[in-house]
C-alpha cells in the first residue's frame, strides 16, 4: 500500500501493541516468542512511521500493572527491550529518530534505566520521528505524580490553586511538549484504553484492528492511517458543513 497523503497524516500515533500472547498461543509458542516476533514488528512499523513521515509514535511497551505477570515474562520483555535499545539505537540515531521514554522511572533496578537514558540522550538532537518509548507506564500514575508536583508547589507558595489549568497540568506530565495523540491504535480487537494516555487521548480518534500485534504490519498502518485522514475532527466544535447550516 501507498503511503497516505501528507497534509491528512496524524502528527501523533499512539499504539497499544496487543496480542502477542494470544499470537504465541495460536502457534503453538511460548508466551515469549510472541514477544520476539512483536519486536521485530516494532521495527517495521517505526520504519513505516518514519518513511511516511509521522512526527510522532508512541508504542506502549511495559505498563505499571505488567510487573504482576510471572518473574520469567516480565524478564523476557525487559531483556527484549533492553535488546531493542542496544542493536536499534545505533541505526535509529542514523536515521535521525529523537528518543523519548515515559513512565515512573523511581525504583527501577538494574540496568534498564541507564540504557533508557543513554537513548534519550544520544538521540536529544534529532530532528525526525520522535519514537515515545512508554515503559512502566500508566497513565493514571502519570496524573498521579503530576498531581502532587502541582500540589507541592501550592503548598510551598509557588502557585495559587485557581491558576492551575490545562496546559499547567500537560506540562507536569511525562509527554510534557509532546502534543496530544491524534491517533491511537490497538491490535488484537480489543476495545479499551487500558490505563494508556487518558489525558491526552481527549480529541484522539480510535482505531481498533483486528490482527494480533505479531500480525500487524506496515500495509495495515497505513490502512489505518487512511481511516484516520477520513475520519472529520470537531474537537467539540461543528463541521463546516454544519456551521454553514446554522449561519
Ligand atoms: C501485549 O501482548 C504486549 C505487551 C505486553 C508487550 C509489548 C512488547 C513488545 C511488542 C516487544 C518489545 C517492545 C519494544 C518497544 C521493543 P499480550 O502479552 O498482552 O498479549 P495477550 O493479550 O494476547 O496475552
Known sequence: MAQPERSLLPKHVAIIMDGNGRWAQSHGLTRTAGHRKGMEV??????????????????????????????????????????????????LHRDNVRIRVIGERRNLRGDILPLLIEAEETTRDNT??????????????????????????????RLRPEDITPSLIDARLDTAGIPDPDLILRTSGEERLSNFLLWQAAYSELIFVPENWPDFNRDMFYGALEKFAARERRFGGLSAQQAAVGS
Open 42 to 91: 516494532v521495527r517495521e512499523i517505526v520504519r513505516a512511521a518514519y518513511e511516511a513521515g509521522i512526527g510522532y509514535l508512541t508504542l506502549f511497551a511495559f505498563s505499571s500493572e505488567n510487573w504482576r505477570r510471572p518473574e520469567s515474562e516480565v524478564s523476557d520483555l525487559l531483556g527484549l527491550l533492553k535488546l531493542f535499545i542496544r542493536r536499534d539505537l545505533a541505526d
Open 128 to 157: 525526525g520521528l520522535t519514537l515515545v518509548i512508554a515503559f512502566n507506564y500508566g497513565s493514571r500514575d502519570e496524573l498521579a505524580r503530576a498531581m502532587s508536583s502541582l500540589a507541592r508547589d501550592v503548598a510551598e507558595g
